[in-house]
């Protein structure tokens, strides 16, 4: 239990569909990322939110949407998706994005999404 | 931009016996991580290191850093099975600015412990 919990674990889903990812931290902290864990690439950083506010969006595709509604939630909207979308998207928060603020970034399980 | 490289990529050790992963980074950054990754599941954080000259253990497991030389390494004592995972460097921040919070991630190194 890392205090980092995503949903679902793994998706399927067709190239026409609608899905979401949900992440939820317990942790207390201000700060929530997705990243995307392809095969055969480093992981890639996504989105950034602090305190709710997107702070950064790293040239992802508009097919990825994502959501904060509160800094204890974070969704990733998906939708016409290609198959080399297909990966691993980690959901991960910390406590903020300040210098000192004492960082550590912990990561959830991760959702497997499979596109068809 | 900063970008992070490891090596090796790929490592198969004997139990018992000693090795280094190393990771470069290419400009300034104020912290550097370790995370280790089994298959099918997500990253666990293994040391964080601040400033030059930290260096941290953690059982058979020792980081440290060497901001000057932009270098990282992870040195393994007397492997174990157990040890076979994905460990991945990370860097974090930059100059300041909103892109404190990101982690710059190596390519991650596959360590094999056989007996």
């Known amino acids: 239990e890392t205090g980092v919990t995503q949903t679902p674990r793994h998706l399927v889903m067709g190239m026409t569909n609608k899905k979401s990812l949900k992440c939820e931290q317990h942790l207390g902290h201000n700060a929530m990322y997705w990243y995307k864990q392809s095969a055969k690439k480093p992981l890639e950083l996504m989105f950034v939110?602090?305190?709710?506010?997107?702070?950064e969006n790293n040239s992802v595709p508009s097919r990825f949407s994502p959501e904060c509604p509160n800094s204890s939630h974070l969704f990733l909207h998906l939708h016409t998706l290609q198959p080399e979308d297909s990966a691993l998207y980690l959901c991960?928060?910390?406590?903020?994005?300040?210098?000192?603020?004492?960082?550590?970034?912990?990561f959830g399980e991760g959702s497997w999404l499979t596109v068809v | 931009e900063l970008k992070v490289e490891q090596n090796p990529l790929f490592l198969s050790m004997q139990e018992g016996k000693n090795y280094t992963i190393y990771c470069n980074y290419s400009?300034?950054?104020?912290?550097l991580y370790w995370y280790r990754q089994d298959p099918g599941k997500s990253l666990e954080s293994l040391f964080v290191l601040l400033s030059n000259g930290a260096v941290k253990q953690e059982g058979r497991l020792m980081a440290s850093l060497d901001t000057k030389a932009r270098l990282s390494t992870l040195h393994i004592t007397a492997a174990v099975h157990d040890l076979s995972a994905t460990y991945f460097c990370?860097?974090?921040?930059?100059?300041?600015?909103?892109?404190?919070?990101?982690?710059?991630f190596g390519q991650g190194t596959i360590l094999t412990v056989h007996p």
């Open positions: 991960a928060s910390s406590q903020g994005l300040e210098r000192g603020s004492g960082n550590t970034i912990y």
């Open positions: 400009t300034t950054s104020d912290r």
């Open positions: 939110y602090n305190f709710k506010e997107q702070t």
């Open positions: 990370a860097a974090q921040g930059g100059a300041g600015g909103t892109s404190y919070g990101k982690l710059t």
